[in-house]
């Protein structure tokens, strides 16, 4: 597991997020780097997104949907994965959150930040180790021990 990671997890989680924008798809891949989550897959298209939840290997414990999208949109993602697969999590983002109104669908806003996204699947997931989980900075300390060692004798 990371050192990154400040609370420690009883488990690591896939992840597959779907928005049409792949500069938003690419941005929030990226975003999950040193999570408790592992990104199996950064789509554009509910479509390719629903044939890879139903495959070995990549079939993710979560999925990360826009809401509006061309297409399938994220309400009807969301009605299939949860016919076709009753145990994944979803997770709506929309950037108009408060329009949304979907029976069993949680949806933030799509500036979320990280950290809320890990803890509202581990509230979805019934898993404190994420619910606590925060992001921690890989150095916590920026200084050498040699810039500790004089900081130390100049005190």
């Given at each position: 597991?990371?050192?990154?990671?400040?609370?420690?997890?009883?488990?690591?989680?896939?992840?597959?997020?779907?928005?049409?924008?792949?500069?938003?798809?690419?941005?929030?891949?990226?975003?999950?780097?040193?999570t408790p989550m592992d990104v199996l897959w950064?789509?554009?298209?509910?479509?390719?997104?629903?044939?890879?939840?139903?495959?070995?290997?990549?079939?993710?414990?979560?999925?990360?949907?826009?809401?509006?999208?061309?297409?399938?949109?994220?309400?009807?993602?969301?009605?299939?994965?949860?016919?076709?697969?009753?145990?994944?999590?979803?997770?709506?983002?929309?950037?108009?959150?408060?329009?949304?109104?979907?029976?069993?669908?949680?949806?933030?806003?799509?500036?979320?930040?990280?950290?809320?996204?890990?803890?509202?699947?581990?509230?979805?997931?019934?898993?404190?180790?994420?619910?606590?989980?925060?992001?921690?900075?890989?150095?916590?300390?920026?200084?050498?021990?040699?810039?500790?060692?004089?900081?130390?004798?100049?005190?």
């Amino acid at each position: 597991m990371d050192d990154d990671v400040s609370m420690a997890t009883d488990r690591r989680y896939t992840l597959g997020i779907v928005d049409n924008d792949p500069l938003v798809a690419d941005f929030l891949a990226h975003g999950f780097a040193n999570t408790p989550m592992d990104v199996l897959w950064a789509l554009t298209d509910a479509g390719q997104a629903l044939t890879r939840c139903g495959q070995e290997g990549t079939h993710p414990a979560i999925v990360l949907t826009d809401i509006e999208m061309p297409g399938m949109n994220g309400r009807e993602l969301f009605h299939t994965l949860r016919e076709r697969h009753p145990e994944m999590v979803v997770i709506g983002i929309s950037a108009f959150p408060d329009l949304v109104a979907e029976p069993g669908l949680v949806v933030l806003p799509k500036e979320s930040r990280v950290e809320e996204i890990v803890r509202l699947a581990g509230m979805l997931l019934h898993d404190d180790s994420l619910t606590r989980w925060f992001p921690q900075s890989p150095h916590a300390n920026p200084l050498s021990d040699a810039e500790l060692r004089a900081l130390d004798c100049y005190a």
